[in-house]
């Protein structure tokens, strides 16, 4: 009787032990989805947060990258070209009687300094009429800054009287007048005044013994042109300036030329 009640309390207890581990197993499992589903639902928003992040990263980005192109194309450097010519040539030209010098040496002179100054300019070109002591047609002379598309041509001069009594420089343009003309002219003359000149004549038309007629170098050049005269050969103090000062005025006329050039439009 005894054994028999043993038997039963062990099926009963051991029924009640696996209804228990059933329970547990089901809990458990429970447990478990509801976790791994929390995880999902969390990863999922959090990737879905990173994806919309780096996209909205990107799209930033691409717009920056845009924008900087359109202004890099927007503000692409100009190049200019400025044609130099040293008046006369080949022992022409007018001769000092005070020392015995030659226009044509002393514009090649500075026409070659000026050179020097002007190429130390990013994004300038020169080109010269002449760079040895040779004679050059004066139509050849425009027509090689034409041919060139510069955006400037300067002749460089020395000027002379029979009286041998006044000094100073000026400039003389196309007898209409151009106001780019003019204004590079001005600015020029203005440039060597600062350094130190005898008299400033300032910006002249036409040429000096007919104002209706152009000088030829003037008359064929199709860009902005001026011819200057930079001091008298027969005026002592003009001489003097123009040895002592060579060389600033090669940097003011370079200085002067490159400040019209960046602010013309």
């Not at 130390?120 to 050059?136: A, L, N, P, S």
Request: aromatic letters at 6%.
């Amino acid at each position: 009787m005894l054994f028999r009640w043993n038997q039963k309390r062990e099926r009963k207890m051991s029924c009640i032990l696996s209804v228990l581990m059933v329970v547990i197993m089901l809990l458990s499992g429970c447990a478990g989805g509801g976790t791994s589903g929390k995880n999902e639902s969390t990863d999922g928003t959090e990737n879905a947060t990173n994806v919309s992040g780096t996209e909205a990263s990107i799209d930033a980005v691409g717009g920056t990258v845009a924008e900087e192109t359109t202004e890099e194309a927007t503000e692409a450097v100009r190049e200019y070209i400025v044609c130099l010519d040293a008046g006369h040539g080949g022992l022409r030209g007018a001769i000092s009687p005070l020392d015995g010098r030659y226009e044509s040496h002393d514009t090649l002179r500075l026409t070659l300094a000026i050179q020097r100054e002007l190429e130390k300019y990013d994004h300038v070109t020169v080109i010269m009429t002449r760079t040895e002591d040779v004679h050059v047609e004066n139509k050849q002379r425009p027509q090689m800054a034409n041919d060139a598309g510069a955006d400037l041509f300067v002749s460089i001069h020395r000027n002379s009287n029979t009286t041998g009594d006044k000094g100073g420089v000026e400039g003389w343009i196309d007898k209409n007048n151009p106001p780019e003309s003019r204004e590079v002219g001005e600015m020029i003359l203005a440039a060597m005044e600062a350094v130190g000149v005898t008299a400033n004549a300032g910006i002249k038309t036409g040429s000096w013994d007919e104002p209706d007629v152009n000088y030829t170098v003037i008359e064929y050049a199709k860009m902005p042109a001026v011819l200057l005269e930079v001091g008298y050969l027969n005026y002592a103090e003009d001489n003097r300036l123009f040895d002592e000062n060579l060389d600033a005025y090669a940097k003011a006329t370079a200085k002067a030329i490159f400040t019209w050039l960046t602010q013309k439009k």
